[in-house]
């Protein structure tokens, strides 16, 4: 963490004190034109106006229909992904302090005779190694007040303007503002209309989404008339495993999964349940939270299963449904338009609740797409960048639904007995079961994601072998370092905040790191002298666009921090103070272990690398060390970005 960089603001938190300017009355009325407009403050709404939130000079409004900050979530998994991302953000601690960890996924089946329940596997969670942070659980509304907060503590003091709904959404087809009308929906204000323009609008509206809607779009696919209840709990019970992940099939009742919520006690449960017939609706269906506890009673037979207080219940049924792009311009008009209107999370892709990939995979639609709408109306990189939005994330939200389907049919499925050799997709083999959750551990933890090459992916595959940890199109994979200026253990993937940046990370060779004719320092002063400059405002400081850093295999102890290229030691801000946290070094800290970054990540030694991260941390190309890389590095950017007026 860094401040004080033009002058020290006094005591208190110091992230506090970083911005001045004037408090806005988010709730009373709208501007009449803003740059984005994001309907819906679910976990994508939220996500994507925080990351705006970082930038005084794009106007941003959220506006949300319900009439306050939500008490009560559906949701609750977060992804050892996603809790890499909170990082990005500033509130990774707060969510591991408060949330239960995933540490191990117990598998229960019927006994041979079928009468009872047996431990049939147990699992570790997360593999080792995988990232730094665990799989947690934690409440939505609490992660909701997160998000809230980090949104308070912005340069622009972001909330969202509630009780206020779509009434209308005009797009043009040229580069007119979008036109919004809002109704007001509070008591006061019932029934007014208000009209905003807006440069970008994003639906974050859930799945009946208004925005999506007004795009003509529709959630296609399938939703399985198997009903399934959750159940937010106080209980008692003998059964040993409450307090750890655990699937249950039963023999003839249905099957359970337990989450172990936040806070010791509560626990979540997902319940299976009857059948629709053909013409039936889950909304018309009988199902009390009284016929929950009934039918989780008879699936945990012989165990106890008292319900002394329930927090929430709801019934819903699995459905796998997904739009055919995410935004506004159609597949084949996308050579003659750009998009301005973009649908995220439930409003293109909805799922079952099980596998807790819902809140996650919404919030990373949203952090994919909030450094792109910044580049594009900072002026830094050119409209054709926001096509890559629809094509990255529909891929992946395909990958996704095929995911969950498998996963909903195996959970639904009657579990075979050891002498069952039947083929049908009505049962499962319980081994089977634990081998296919097993298998799918990677993409579950949410770091399986790898975009394919295209504009912001370099195809060029040929220097992979530089740096074998770190797979093209995957997310940066933080490994812990030591800062050379004051050997701090630093986990670098931690020094890539949410601020919109391009990293460009620079490992060493086997040269010294001083050496003015290392291929390191003859790097820095090409990105010094013709990339940085290319694209960086005069007035900016010269780490504003490009962040480089560079990783050591030399111990810090073995050179000054002021030799190395001034590159790595720039002066920045009001009195051009030197920031000392550019270069870092590949050794054993002091108590806190020893990463081996170069080993664990497979860097060449010998030959050294640079790696390009995006700003949402994926990795666009890995390239030599050497002067072979500058033209294609000018190539890459030159692809998207805006150059600068000299």
């Known amino acids: 963490m860094q401040f004080h960089l033009n002058g020290v603001k006094g005591s208190g938190d110091p992230l506090e004190s970083l911005f001045e300017g004037e408090e806005t009355d988010f709730q009373s009325s709208l501007p009449s034109e803003v740059d984005v407009l994001i ?56 969510v591991l302090k408060e949330a239960y960890w995933v540490n191990e996924t117990t598998f229960w089946s019927p006994t041979e005779d079928g009468l009872g329940l047996r431990r049939s596997g147990r699992i570790r969670d997360t593999e080792e190694g995988l990232s730094e942070f665990p799989h947690v659980i934690l ?81 296609k696919g399938d939703s399985q008339n198997q009903v399934w209840g959750v159940l937010d709990a106080l209980i008692v019970t003998d059964f040993p495993d409450l307090r750890l992940k655990t699937a249950i099939h039963s023999a003839t009742e249905g099957s359970v999964l337990i989450i172990p919520r936040e806070g010791g006690y509560l626990c979540r449960f997902y319940i299976e349940m009857d059948k629709l017939k053909q013409d039936e609706r889950v909304t018309t269906k009988d199902i009390t939270k009284e016929t929950l506890i009934k ?7 012989p165990y106890i299963f008292d319900v002394r207080e329930v927090a929430y219940w709801s019934i819903y049924t699995v459905g796998q449904r997904l739009t055919d792009h995410f935004d506004d311009v159609p597949k084949d008009q996308r050579e003659e338009r750009d998009p301005r209107v973009f649908i995220a999370g439930d409003a293109c892709h909805t799922h079952s609740a099980k596998a807790g990939q819902g809140m996650n995979v919404s919030m990373n639609d949203a952090y994919n797409l909030g450094w792109k709408l910044a580049a594009v109306l900072h002026g830094h990189a050119k409209p054709k960048l926001l096509h890559t939005y629809s094509e990255e994330r529909q891929a992946i939200a395909k990958i996704l639904i095929d995911f969950d389907r498998d996963m909903s049919r195996m959970f639904a499925a009657k579990p075979k007995g050891k002498d069952d050799q039947t083929d049908s997709e009505d049962s ?113 400081d010269v780490d504003s666009i490009f962040d480089v850093r560079a990783v050591f295999q030399q111990s810090r102890k073995t050179f000054d921090v002021t030799d190395l290229p001034s590159l790595l030691l720039p002066h920045k801000g009001k009195f051009g103070l030197q920031d000392y946290e550019k270069a870092f070094t590949d050794e054993e800290s002091y108590g806190y272990g020893f990463g081996e970054i170069y080993k664990t990540r ?18 666009s190309a890995v390239l030599p060390l050497a002067e072979d890389a500058y033209g294609r590095l000018e190539d890459f950017f030159g692809g998207f970005m805006v150059e600068v007026e000299r």
Request: charged share 25%.
């Open 139 to 219: 409440n939505q509304a609490r992660l909701h007040d997160l998000w809230l907060e980090a949104m308070k503590k912005s340069p622009t003091r972001l909330e969202p303007s509630y009780s206020r709904k779509v009434a209308d959404l005009k797009l043009s087809k040229g580069v007119e503002p979008i036109e919004v009308v809002l109704e007001r929906t509070d008591a006061k204000n019932q029934g007014q209309l208000e009209h905003v323009r807006a440069r970008y609008v994003v639906g974050c509206d859930g799945a009946r989404s208004s925005v999506r809607k007004s795009l003509g779009l529709q959630l």
């Open 295 to 301: 039918r989780a009673q008879l699936i945990f037979k």
């Open 602 to 619: 497979g860097i060449s030694k010998t030959e050294g690398c640079i790696i390009v991260v995006r700003p949402d941390q994926y990795i």
């Open 39 to 94: 309907v819906g403050a679910g976990p994508a709404g939220q996500l994507l106006g925080a990351q705006l939130a970082q930038f005084p000079g794009i106007t941003t409004r959220i506006v949300e229909s319900k009439h306050g900050r939500l008490e009560q979530g559906q949701a609750d998994g977060l992804q050892c992904r996603t809790i890499e991302v909170f990082e990005a953000f500033g509130f990774s601690e707060k």
């Open 428 to 540: 499962v083999d319980p081994a089977v079961f634990q081998e296919f959750w097993e298998r799918q551990a990677r993409f579950m933890a949410g770091v399986e994601t790898q975009y394919t090459s295209g504009l912001l992916t370099m195809s060029d595959s040929s220097h992979q072998k530089l740096a074998t940890g770190y797979k093209i199109g995957t997310r940066f994979q933080s490994s812990m370092v030591l800062c050379a200026a004051d050997a701090k253990p630093v986990h670098f993937g931690h020094t890539m905040k949410a601020d919109g940046r391009w990293r460009i990370v620079l490992f060493g060779d086997g040269s010294e790191p001083t050496s003015p004719d290392s291929r390191l320092a003859r790097t820095c002063e090409f990105l010094g002298r013709k990339l940085i400059p290319k694209y960086t405002p005069l007035e900016a």
